[in-house]
């Protein structure tokens, strides 16, 4: 997955006992001082250059710190989203919304200041108190996405960040860290993360994965590692995102649903809980997309069944229609109760 040979860092990321970890781990690799970890164009700027892409993520890693360290109500999957201790993707999912904000190669960036990110989290977590009201996200934790700008699985192969917050997060009896992960790593099992850390496997129908998911850990290995991670004490959720609404859509939901309930073990069945989201999708990264992965676009722009929507960052993009959306919902839902009837449905959007 990762062969870095260049790190762009700030100095301050340097300076870091975490920027030094990261640069003793990569000792052949080029250091690249910059000024900014948003603002380096061989790395971001060029959209035209798809050919590139998946080069850079392999080779390049971008240094830096984070500066507005802060906490975010959310309120659908999550209580809270956490602030980033990464960004960027070593994988390449053709509708991933991450590389809309910083650029289409968009190599993960690793801030370096995780004591101030984890000291922020657990003062935000004691002034919270316990939750005395259960919702959608927990019954009884305030739930804190930690990787909502990146994959935490893949972050781990580059750094101790993820390992720290997962730390953090066993100590912290009223909370719960959460991350919707498309990579098997393993070497989390080993993490004992006492049932505080929320790990949601993105699962699709394996044949529109293939076409879509690009880099990322195949279906079969992520709905195999369920009830390791279970038995490792992680809470195992899955993530059922995005929802694309191929022609045979519901029947390969139903064989989806089916391996599923057929894989796993009674202890991951009694903790199951999942959270739908359906495509949305981008006029200006479909442009994109059609010069590096047409036959993505086949599944993912689909304008008889699609009209615009502004994001809640007044971002426009597209999203099925409705009625189709509420349908399509309402269809997933009846499979789920009927294929995996140990999966609760969290939420659904
Ligand atoms: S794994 Fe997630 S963050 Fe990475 S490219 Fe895919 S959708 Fe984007």
Redesign the pocket.
Known sequence: MLQISRIYAEDAALALPRGQEIVGAWPDAEIVPVASHWQIPEVHGDEANVRRWVRIKTEALVLGVKKSVATRLNGRSADFIAPSTAN??????A?????RRKGYS?PVTVFANIEAISRHLARHISRQGPKTEPNQCDPEAWVYDIGE???CS?DALISDNVRDLTDLFRMSPTAKASF????VNRNLLDWDPAGRTRIRF?LMPHETAKVT????SPIAERIAAIDDFVAAGYEVHLNFSPVILTPTWIADWTALLREVNETIGERAKAQLACEIIMLTHNDRLHEVNLGWHPRGEDLLWTPAIQEPKVSQNGAVNVRYRHPYKADAVATLRELIARELPSCRVRYAF
Not at 180 to 183: D, L, N, R
């Open positions: 960027g993707c070593a994988m390449a999912c509708y991933c919304y991450v590389p968009n700008n990146s994959d893949v919707a992960t498309k990579y993105s998911d690009i880099r990322t």
